[in-house]
């Protein structure tokens, strides 16, 4: 330890602060490709005392924090600055209150969404927003980057499950914002605010989440089309048709052959694209509304439905195996979600990059899989030259450069292009009423 | 016309600038009792670039402007200050586009909600939020307080249906926020921001908002009870059975008398509140959970069913008839629903005043209405005590000043009751990043 962080340590409880070289390197990371600075330690924070601890003190010596969940980000949002401590919240996964009645729960950041869900479920609720991370990922993270889901198109994403939060400032001042109720409007909406900030306005250390009835019964439906299009043609029949589908997955053949190849799904030569669907009520309705899929399979039993979407769920590990994969994440308006898709593929054939799809179709959130040599440290230029040519693209047809995932580091150089100066002047000044001294996740996310 | 406002109208179109006394005078109020201040002239706004040249002439000469919708608020937002110009937006009418494939619709803020919500029916959508006063509100307003309705108990609240704004900054800038996709996380939630800011950080010209698929079959039960404690007990139930109501209203016995005075609809003298529930799906489900009900009807046709939530959208009206009416608007965890009336009942009883409540009790939002004296020109100081009472009974019970209205003139001097003094300090620092000649709503809701 050196000066700085003796100090630290001498500020927070015993064993809070980690400064072994290559324990502190395996914090400095999430999952993205962005090399990361070297940090002077790691503070693994028990309590909100913990974070207004670090807090002072990195204010005092103007000391860079880069707040931390599981990371599992796929934007650089929790990579390491040079010269910073990261601050792990991992370790705050209190489930202070759940309120069956007013369902809503109180929870510190270190919760696995997953398992806030599932104490939901005890009493019939459930917590509504599902990353395909959500087994291994945590709400304070999914508070950071405002995370999507396969059930958002139904629910909404984080930001709309989030009623108040507890968060430590830059200076380590404690604020509460929002409420417990499901409504309300005193004041400006600094809870939504910092959803989304990425670690960049505050320390979230406690969030006031609403919960929601779970749904009696599911029907699930999955059906493959031997054409991308078809596939998109009855995403559109299945939203028009007011089935108010709480899922709405499709995929590509790459991504299917990877899931093939792996667990053998008995995957049909012609098969180019597979849907997967789930709302309540009944799956005729839904199955009737694939009329162009070369196979359709109805759920009777929830252990089949269980089935159906456990193909869904295997869609990243199966790409992990074909190599290193850069997930990106795009969303449209659903109308363009075909176009966008065909884009992707002219792209991918352009510049010779495999790229598997996975698409949230209901919401028009596309999540191009950019896989690459297992041998290579970073992504090569060519993905970085498509995965460019699809942004853009994104953006032409009225998108955005990420759903759901952040803009973090990997994305901070097409943001421009998306908000503009006067957003980006904005953010900036944001950012100097929270953040003066520029310590909380510098150069991240604006 | 003097100096300033001659430079104003040469700034602007013809006929856009009015600066006689009367008509001026017109424009200076919502319905709210605050005086309002002597306003320069009011500028009725025909296009985004009315508003640039307004914003960018009121930056020169450090005019205050109070944007203003329909002037239908219940807080003061729209109240004129001391030497502003209003700037009405009722004449921006425009709905730009709607869109049934991407369920959005771009508006201009003029557009009264149920114009817009008629306009997403014929394509078999709808626009979810609907105040009570949604046949004479407008869009821009509804944003400007986020506001919530009768619906919001299913669909969220006015920012929960909103996904990228057009406003015109202080100083006559155009930014342009969010998104035409269902998702999107990039940059800061400026939008989120804007919506329920009471125009104290901008002008909103435009508003992608979210439109949604208008439920097929609705089932419509009005149930009446000899105790509130038993229609509350009836929230609880519907609400845990997961019937997912779309409106959860009650009326306590005082609204319903001054409904039967006036519109003879039978009132037993038993009845002490009365509950109108509606939720896609059966009915008889929602009768039978009603199970402490003296009455219960069932509504098994369209007119039917307009006819039972008829009764409550009488509500306002019917006390209009018995006298002035300062209309709150606190909002508590559902659970101590039966609390906060039982809290208002006791106000009303210690201090002689009149107070009739209608709640959107699926939300826990309850209007208890103070009805008082048609002589006198503003509440007198037992209904103020008595309101005093309940917004502290409210923030006692883990509840909110507003859960709809805002908090504009009316509530500022309890607003550091329920943020604190960090929060205090951020909203103005925001305020400043906005709008640092204060010229927007000055003194208005932070």
């Known amino acids: 330890m050196n000066e700085l962080t003796c100090a630290l340590a001498a500020a927070l409880p015993d064993g809070r602060v980690l400064t072994d070289p290559d324990v502190v390197d395996s914090y400095a990371r999430d999952r993205t490709f962005v090399p990361p600075g070297r940090a002077l330690g790691v503070v693994l924070a028990q309590s909100r005392d913990d974070v207004v601890a670090t807090m002072r003190w990195a204010s005092e010596h103007r000391v860079p924090v880069v707040p931390r969940g599981a990371g599992t980000g796929l934007a650089g949002g929790a990579t390491a600055v040079d010269g910073c401590v990261v601050l792990s919240l991992a370790r705050m996964t209190a489930i202070r209150e759940l309120s069956p009645q007013d369902e809503i729960a109180v929870v510190e950041p270190g919760v696995i969404?997953?398992?806030?869900?599932?104490?939901?479920?005890?009493?019939?609720?459930?917590?509504?927003?599902?990353?395909?991370?959500?087994?291994?990922?945590?709400?304070?993270?999914?508070?950071?980057?405002?995370?999507?889901?396969?059930?958002?198109?139904?629910?909404?994403v984080t930001r709309d499950s989030t009623l108040g939060l507890e968060v430590v400032l830059a200076d380590g001042r404690v604020l509460n914002t929002g409420r417990r109720t499901m409504k309300g409007v005193t004041g400006y909406d600094l809870t939504g605010l910092f959803v989304g900030?990425?670690?960049?306005?505050?320390?979230?250390?406690?969030?006031?989440?609403?919960?929601?009835?779970?749904?009696?019964?599911m029907a699930t439906v999955a059906a493959e089309f031997t054409s991308l299009r078809d596939a998109a043609a009855a995403v559109s029949a299945i939203v028009a048709a007011g089935c108010q589908p709480s899922m709405l997955e499709l995929m590509d053949r790459t991504t299917l052959k990877a899931i093939d190849d792996w667990k053998n799904i008995g995957l049909e030569p012609s098969t180019k694209a597979m849907l997967i669907a789930q709302a309540e009520g009944s799956a005729d309705e839904m199955a009737a509304l694939c009329g162009a899929a070369s196979f359709v399979a109805v759920?009777?039993?929830?252990?089949?439905?269980?089935?159906?979407?456990?193909?869904?769920?295997?869609?990243?590990?199966?790409?992990?195996?074909?190599?290193?994969?850069?997930?990106?994440?795009?969303?449209?308006?659903?109308?363009?979600?075909?176009?966008?898709?065909?884009?992707?593929?002219?792209?991918?054939?352009?510049?010779?990059?495999?790229?598997?799809?996975?698409?949230?179709?209901?919401?028009?959130?596309?999540?191009?899989?950019f896989v690459?040599?297992?041998?290579?440290?970073?992504?090569?230029?060519e993905v970085w030259t498509a995965a460019d040519e699809v942004f853009r693209a994104a953006l032409d047809l009225g998108g955005t450069l990420t759903g759901e995932h952040g803009v973090g580091l990997l994305k901070k150089r097409w943001l421009g292009l998306e908000t503009g100066p006067v957003a980006a002047e904005l953010h900036q000044g944001i950012k100097q009423v929270f953040d003066p001294l520029n310590i909380l996740n510098p150069g991240k996310a604006i």
Chains 1, 2 share one sequence.
């Open 197 to 217: 900030s990425e670690g960049t306005l505050g320390v979230i250390t406690a969030a006031t989440v609403r919960l929601r009835r779970a749904p009696r019964e």
């Open 299 to 369: 759920s009777s039993t929830p252990e089949e439905a269980a089935e159906l979407i456990g193909i869904r769920r295997l869609a990243y590990q199966a790409k992990e195996r074909l190599g290193q994969c850069l997930v990106e994440d795009v969303c449209v308006p659903r109308s363009v979600l075909p176009e966008m898709i065909t884009t992707i593929e002219e792209v991918a054939a352009r510049h010779g990059v495999m790229i598997a799809t996975v698409a949230h179709a209901g919401d028009g959130n596309v999540h191009p899989v």
């Open 113 to 156: 969404t997953a398992d806030l869900d599932r104490a939901a479920r005890e009493h019939g609720l459930m917590y509504a927003p599902d990353p395909s991370s959500y087994e291994i990922s945590t709400i304070g993270g999914n508070l950071a980057t405002n995370a999507g889901g396969l059930r958002c198109v139904k629910y909404g």
């Open 372 to 381: 690459f040599d297992r041998g290579l440290a970073e992504p090569p230029e």
